[in-house]
């Protein structure tokens, strides 16, 4: 988290301290996100697909317009992600079906590298790639899972996820007044995140990545906090 903080706190300096060429936005807002990928029934132990869930964004943008039609958008956001794993399972205690739940949470900070295209003066649309940096991975257990399976209420899983994603983002920005933008983005994870542990020939484990993406659905408002 004080990480998260002077890196927040980076980008409000660079703000006060920011020429006429770049723009600076608060941003936050929803977002709906889940697993992707080949393996993403297998991860969660409980033989089901991942659900959506709903996490969130905060940070601040910076744009630098390079023409009356395009311009170059970074920043810095912190995004929680994730999924949730729920199935009903045998209790070998007592042989009845139960159901098992896994909430997943992925705190990442986010960097995109977004080219925006004004269609229009109300509409644009961005498109790029987005570098990611794993702060924290929890996992929340329910009571059933907490008794059947000896675990606790919640799980610190950072060690089973990569430290970095890259993603590709497609969106489109709304824009309401002078002060106020809707941004409705889509990101696509590229990279496998997920560590799993296999056996070896030896007796032991070794450690394999399972194909495992992120995948996030975002809807964020958008407020100026320096025009050109």
């Not at 007044?177 to 007796?203: C, H, P, R, W």
Request: aromatic letters at 14%.
């Amino acid at each position: 988290m004080k990480k998260i903080i002077i890196l927040m706190c980076a980008l409000v300096f660079l703000y006060h301290k920011g020429t006429a060429q770049w723009k600076f936005s608060a941003i936050g807002g929803p977002q709906i996100a889940n697993f992707g990928g080949k393996d993403k029934k297998d991860w969660g132990g409980v033989d089901a697909d991942p659900k959506m869930v709903f996490r969130f964004q905060v940070g601040i943008l910076a744009e630098r317009r390079h023409s009356e039609k395009m311009a170059f958008i970074t920043g810095l956001l912190y995004a929680a992600k994730g999924t949730k794993y729920s199935n009903d399972v045998n209790d070998f205690n007592t042989n009845q079906m139960v159901n098992i739940s896994y909430i997943k949470t992925l705190s990442y900070l986010d960097l995109p590298l977004l080219l925006r295209y004004y269609n229009s003066e109300k509409w644009s649309f961005l498109l790029g790639p987005q570098i990611s940096y794993l702060v924290a991975a929890k996992v929340k257990n329910n009571d059933n899972a907490q008794k059947i399976y000896s675990l606790p209420a919640t799980e610190d899983v950072k060690d089973y996820y990569t430290k970095f994603d890259v993603g590709l983002n497609l969106g489109a920005t709304y824009t309401l007044n002078e002060k106020m933008a809707i941004l409705l983005l889509y990101q696509y994870g590229l990279l496998k995140i997920g560590i799993d542990e296999v056996y070896n020939n030896s007796g032991g484990f070794d450690k394999q990545k399972a194909a495992i993406m992120n995948r996030v659905l975002t809807l964020s408002f958008i407020y100026k906090l320096k025009e050109q």
